[in-house]
């Protein structure tokens, strides 16, 4: 007959490290006996947390709030926090379209953060910007001196014993017929004016230069530029132009017009006219008398 040995208790290792399903609710240890493999559970008190670092789970951005998130050590528990949204970090004012002589133009700020456009405004620049020079009709530099010039200009004849008013086509930009300058005489003074076509069309800085004799009508001359003189304001005749019978205009203003409006025109179309061609055969004749010194 088969003996059967004797029952023994179970010999149960250490308890092994507690496992929470969720710290507060408290948790289980178990332990195994080392004979047979009978496993042993206990219940354990709730603990409080112990939570890892906060974590960013989504940053936060202009006008929107990020997330961070930290799980705890021992449990599934996770909690959840947001991050401020950020606000905008405005960078420096740029030009989007740049101003123009009679329109406005547009600056926008852009954040350095998100790129988008935060603030707008418009903005106007002085006329001084955009000023062109303003020529007297006249003979080229280069055709009265037989040379080709690094700067050509419009030099006007004119004769300084004719009483009455003269009138000489303005020229803009070497592109526009704009108006025109007067000159008038009365007794011995000289008295410039000038009209324009369009009333957005003003000269902003004045030069007007006076010669008598060709040889003093060069480059290095032509380009000085003379605030003696000014419009509207009476000029000794005797004075200026001694005894000559024809003097030499250079008329080298800075101003502001139009190139778009329809009522200038085109230099390239006035040079055209009739009007035109006379006007300039007039001045290169009395050119010729300056030349053979029949201007005194």
Not at 62 to 85: D, I, S, V
Not at 115 to 140: C, M, P, Q, W
């Amino acid at each position: 007959m088969q003996k059967t040995a004797p029952m023994t208790e179970h010999t149960f290792g250490s308890w092994e490290k507690p496992v929470y399903q969720r710290c507060e609710d408290g948790g289980t240890q178990s332990r195994r006996c080392d004979v047979c493999g009978t496993e042993e559970s206990r219940s354990v008190k709730p603990r409080k947390h112990a939570f890892a670092r906060w974590e960013t789970v989504r940053k936060a951005w202009c006008n929107e709030a990020g997330e961070q998130t930290r799980k705890c050590r021992h449990c599934e528990h996770t909690e959840t926090r947001a991050l401020a949204a950020k606000k905008h970090w405005p960078g420096r004012w740029r030009t989007a379209e740049p101003a123009r002589l009679f329109a406005p133009g547009k600056q926008i700020r852009l954040c350095r953060r998100c790129g988008d456009t935060i603030e707008t405004r418009s903005y106007t620049l002085d006329k001084k910007h955009f000023a062109v020079s303003f020529n007297a009709y006249g003979i080229l530099l280069s055709e009265l001196t037989g040379q080709k010039q690094e700067f050509d200009c419009f030099i006007t004849p004119f004769r300084t014993d004719m009483q009455g008013e003269q009138t000489v086509p303005i020229v803009a930009d070497a592109k526009h017929v704009v108006g025109n300058l007067h000159l008038l005489i009365e007794d011995d003074d000289l008295r410039l004016s000038c009209s324009f076509y369009d009333e957005r069309s003003e000269v902003l800085k004045v030069s007007i230069r006076f010669f008598t004799e060709l040889d003093k009508v060069t480059q290095k001359n032509v380009q000085k530029t003379s605030r003696r003189y000014q419009f509207e304001t009476p000029i000794s005749i005797s004075k200026t132009f001694g005894g000559a019978k024809y003097g030499m205009l250079i008329l080298n203003c800075q101003g502001v017009y139009d190139a778009e409006s329809g009522s200038n025109i085109l230099l390239e179309d006035a040079s055209k006219e009739i009007g035109f061609e006379m006007l300039l055969d007039e001045m290169r004749q009395m050119t010729k008398f300056m030349q053979s010194g029949n201007g005194t």
